[in-house]
């Protein structure tokens, strides 16, 4: 359980972001000053009034203990949205009570924006009663560096309350899916949120089951072999006969730790067994984070192309967690970058951009990285499900890209061949006058800062690669539909007949 307080100065807009939150993420949203009020039986002026802020504070830290304590129990088993008073967490005991039981966002504005919401409410904070200007600026002067030490922080100014809602649940990293079937998707600690879950078994690979297997409090497991090379209908055949052996019924949860590889089978194994039973995503690649894991599709190869067989059956929650992924080698963690940057280009300009800041930068900044590029995809997935319009868009580099991987028999990393795949298609846009050769060079020197290839080796066959194109799941019957970028943001689906002219 991880609840999610909402704090910062008077006037930030906790409760009206709190209540937005909470319609978006499916959760209760709780005023804190609302139910000191309702415990006293008096306003908050009132208190201040009669007993002054000593008493008040402590009838604050009251309420805040007795609100969280009742995350576990079983009338109010959920996680909550709290709005807090704009000096709630100045007690340590407070500040150590709220961060030990879940996230802080601390909401910030800029002194006029402050004062133009909070004009308009004469009389409800005794605090800034009197000389409204100077008494707001002492507060926020007096209260600067305890405001500055918050890890988390999002300025409300000049966004609407849907920008901020979004901001809020990048910053939090936390989503509510309901497109394709109800699921959350957290960013947080694997020990922390699994400790809650009930599953029946762990699927994993031998590579990850060394790293992280132990963190994970559940018995049963089973061990597959890594690579892509056992994405196949062996392995899922093998792991039907595990659910069997294992005593799973339609009742149970599975739980996929690992790769885009063992997310993909497990998924597609949970989706047939018994007409479909539960599964948790719990993804250790960057790619799989902020890719594979996300969207419901699950599927396995054939030896004719990727993912050729697959059905819709989105997990039940997806947690990941960015400290799994410092077990992960360099060139696994450069391949899954190729998707942050497909995500960039998609729509996030300034996630491309904390991609051209190189590896390094990365590797110190992986939950920033993480949260942002998780919700790119996220915004895609729930616009169109299914994959009928826009969802389309995701597969920019991925037409070149999966050729390239399947003609060199895997040698190439996933997101290595999608980085060759995004150059390849960024040179073809701008050859048809669609994208400027400085969109180009953006791209492939983001690539390049990375460590990603962006040109199709040397003696690969251009024509097993077309071959491969058009026995790609993304075809139909006249032409291949490519996601072409068009400026750094913004990408166009175009239907391309002429497949040699894209190489």
């Not at 208190?47 to 802020?53: K, L």
């Not at 709220?98 to 004062?115: F, I, R």
């Not at 409090?217 to 899922?236: D, M, Q, R, Y």
């Not at 920019?396 to 995004?422: D, P, Y």
């Amino acid at each position: 359980m991880t609840h999610l307080f909402l704090y910062g100065p008077p006037g930030t807009g906790k409760s009206t972001l709190g209540k937005l939150l909470a319609r978006s993420l499916k959760l209760p949203f709780i005023d804190l000053d609302r139910v000191i009020e309702t415990n006293a039986g008096m306003s908050i002026p009132q208190i201040m009034e009669q007993s002054g802020e000593t008493a008040f504070r402590d009838l604050e830290t009251a309420a805040l203990k007795d609100l969280v304590g009742h995350a576990f129990s079983v009338t109010k088993p959920h996680d909550k949205i709290i709005a807090l008073g704009g000096g709630a967490l100045l007690r340590d005991e407070n500040r150590a009570f709220a961060e030990s039981n879940g996230k802080v966002l601390l909401l910030m504005a800029d002194l006029p924006t402050l004062l133009e919401r909070i004009q308009h409410e004469p009389g409800k904070r005794p605090l800034l009663a009197g000389d409204l200007k100077n008494k707001l600026t002492a507060l926020l002067e007096k209260r600067k560096d305890h405001y500055n030490s918050f890890a988390l922080q999002h300025h409300v100014d000049g966004k609407s309350p849907e920008q901020n809602t979004r901001e809020a649940q990048i910053k939090l990293g936390r989503h509510h899916l309901s497109a394709m079937g109800e699921y959350d998707v957290i960013v947080d600690f694997v020990e922390r949120v699994t400790n809650s879950l009930y599953a029946s078994l762990i699927v994993t690979d031998e590579n990850v089951a060394k790293h992280h297997l132990s963190k994970l409090n559940i018995a049963k497991s089973i061990i597959l072999p890594a690579g892509e090379e056992h994405k196949n209908l062996e392995t899922v055949s093998r792991l039907w006969k595990a659910f069997l052996e294992n005593g799973l019924d339609r009742k149970s949860t599975v739980i996929a730790l690992g790769g885009g590889v063992i997310g993909d089978i497990t998924g597609f194994a949970a989706s047939t067994y018994m007409r479909g039973i539960d599964w948790v995503g719990i993804p250790t690649t960057l790619l799989s984070m902020v890719d594979a894991s996300l969207g419901g599709k699950t599927g396995f190869d054939l030896p004719e192309g990727k993912n050729l067989i697959g059905s819709f059956h989105p997990p039940k929650l997806v947690l990941a967690d960015p400290s799994l992924l410092l077990t992960l080698p360099e060139r696994e963690l450069r391949s899954g970058m190729a998707e942050v940057v497909k995500h960039g280009i998609i729509s996030d300009p300034d996630l491309f951009a904390m991609c051209n800041r190189g590896i390094d930068w990365v590797k110190s900044n992986l939950e920033e990285v993480v949260k942002r590029a998780m919700a790119v995809k996220i915004k895609v997935i729930e616009e169109d499900p299914y994959e009928k319009g826009i969802r389309a868009a995701l597969n920019l580099g991925h037409t070149v890209g999966h050729a390239v991987e399947l003609v060199s028999k895997f040698e190439l990393r996933h997101g290595e061949a999608i980085a060759i795949g995004m150059a390849v298609e960024a040179k073809y846009a701008a050859r048809v006058g669609l994208a400027s050769q400085s969109t180009v060079e953006a791209i492939e020197s983001t690539l390049s800062a990375l460590g990603l290839p962006i040109h199709i080796p040397d003696g690969m066959s251009r024509e097993k690669i077309i071959q491969a194109m058009r026995v790609d799941k993304k075809k139909n019957a006249k032409s291949i539909r490519f996601a072409l970028p068009i400026e750094i943001g913004k990408v166009e689906l175009v239907d391309v007949t002429n497949l040699e002219e894209v190489l």
